[in-house]
């Protein structure tokens, strides 16, 4: 089962697949960090992992404290993204001090490791496919994920209904989004489902038919 949620200003999916024993893992913690452990609660669900499937504080500011609810919950995300983990910005950190401000926890998770390309995490009965699609950040990844329902990706902000992720974000690169389009995700299968990490779910097929993005590559 995929139990996903929009959260925040950004209205972001944080995404729970579940798997076996009542035991889960979490793609993407917005920074509503309460929604997402009131969700894992109310399904009875065990965490084993969270995976951040880029570093953007949308997707990652409220990954310190879900983590931290849990015990010995490690956090997966690809290393050209680490940064975002200390100081969500990139730069300055003027946004972390905002959001810490509201009390949101934006101190480094205990338990931090890479995933990189084709790495795979395996864990209650779901197996989970690192593929590196640079282009949005430089560590972006999208999750090529096999559990009892079968096999779905998670895209992201890499790939979404009708449209792509922006790419005019400090790290961002149109020709690396595309080329990592081109070349990893446009040779799934077309019948593949795709979570993305904003908006409603679609498929690989209906993207390479109607997205305009992808219909010129």
Not at 70 to 92: E, F, I, K, M, W
Not at 111 to 129: M, N, Q, W, Y
Not at 169 to 191: C, N
């Amino acid at each position: 089962m995929i139990i996903g949620r929009s959260l925040w200003v950004a209205g972001t999916n944080t995404w729970i697949i579940t798997g076996d024993n009542n035991e889960c893992v979490v793609v993407d913690c917005p920074p509503d960090p309460q929604a997402i452990v009131d969700l894992i609660t109310e399904h009875n669900l065990t965490p084993k992992a969270i995976v951040a499937t880029h570093g953007h504080v949308d997707h990652t500011g409220g990954i310190p404290t879900v983590s931290r609810n849990y015990t010995n919950v490690p956090v997966y995300r690809h290393r050209g993204d680490a940064h975002y983990l200390t100081d969500p910005l990139g730069a300055s950190g003027m946004l972390r001090e905002a959001l810490r401000a509201t009390g949101l926890d934006l101190q480094e998770p205990e338990l931090i490791c890479d995933l990189e390309d084709s790495d795979t995490v395996r864990g209650a009965g779901i197996l989970i496919k690192a593929i590196h699609t640079p282009g949005h950040t430089p560590g972006s990844i999208c999750l090529l994920v096999t559990n009892p329902d079968g096999e779905m990706l998670f895209s992201g902000d890499h790939l979404f209904r009708g449209s792509i992720g922006r790419t005019d974000l400090p790290g961002g690169s149109a020709e690396l989004l595309l080329q990592s389009m081109r070349d990893k995700i446009l040779p799934l299968s077309d019948d593949l489902r795709v979570f993305p990490g904003h908006g409603q779910t679609t498929t690989i097929g209906h993207e390479r038919t109607t997205n305009p993005f992808l219909r010129q590559l």
